[in-house]
């Protein structure tokens, strides 16, 4: 399966923990700034792309003369650098997308930043978001989701749409069974992996799968 992962300018507190989330022959993309973080962590993105007005010429220069893609957008757009990333992810054909640094900063760019996650016209089977110990990703009814883990692990669903039907929890402290969840309830925060793999289930509805790995577990991969 190819997979991308994409750097975004947001803040990247995990460095060491987000090394763990990529593989040889990943391509990677990055968000303007988000260049940064991937030079730190010893990467040279494949593409580069943003209006690069948080990026130092110097390193932009470094990345022509290394023969990375550039995308060069004008400062005012209609997009994101994020966005335009993920539409270049799409362009290149990739079946996951995994986006890091994208939390962290401003309150608006990384609540904009998870919602880009349930955009339905890129043609990527799975695009989800981690940082450091936690994972985010979107499910759409009528779908499931198995998620692997260990006891302990906690696990949030949030409804994003007015409400989700028909949601079923099972490997957890407190499962549901064809549960109805309001847009804005807290009902399912907070919950706890009791066995090592969790089924998530929805007959209708969005809704936002955050998972916090247990303090002291070594390896993020699923």
Do not use: H
């Not at 957008?73 to 994208?102: G, N, S």
């Not at 309150?107 to 890129?122: E, F, G, H, P």
């Not at 009814?141 to 994003?160: A, N, R, Y």
């Not at 089924?199 to 390896?219: D, P, Q, S």
């Amino acid at each position: 399966m190819a997979k991308t992962v994409i750097f975004a300018n947001g803040i990247c507190g995990f460095p060491e923990k987000n090394k763990q989330y990529i593989s040889t022959g990943d391509r990677i993309i990055c968000a303007d700034g988000g260049a940064l973080y991937a030079l730190q962590m010893g990467l040279v993105p494949d593409i580069l792309v943003g209006d690069f007005d948080s990026l130092p010429p110097q390193v932009l220069r470094d990345m022509k003369n290394k023969n990375v893609i550039i995308e060069q957008y004008p400062v005012k757009k209609d997009k994101t650098d994020l966005e335009l990333a993920l539409d270049a992810a799409a362009r290149f054909e990739t079946d996951e997308v995994l986006i890091l640094t994208a939390l962290g900063g401003r309150m608006d760019q990384y609540v904009a930043n998870i919602l880009l996650l349930t955009r339905s016209d890129w043609n990527i089977k799975r695009m989800w978001l981690a940082d450091g110990d936690q994972q985010a990703r979107i499910l759409k009814g009528p779908d499931e989701l198995v998620l692997t883990g260990q006891k302990g692990d906690m696990l949030s669903v949030i409804p994003l749409s007015g409400q989700i039907d028909g949601l079923y929890l099972t490997g957890v402290e407190w499962p549901l069974e064809n549960a109805t969840v309001a847009w804005g309830s807290t009902l399912t925060l907070s919950n706890n992996f009791q066995e090592n793999k969790v089924t998530i289930k929805i007959k209708a509805g969005v809704c936002l799968i955050v998972r916090i790995e247990k303090e002291g577990k070594k390896n993020p991969k699923e």
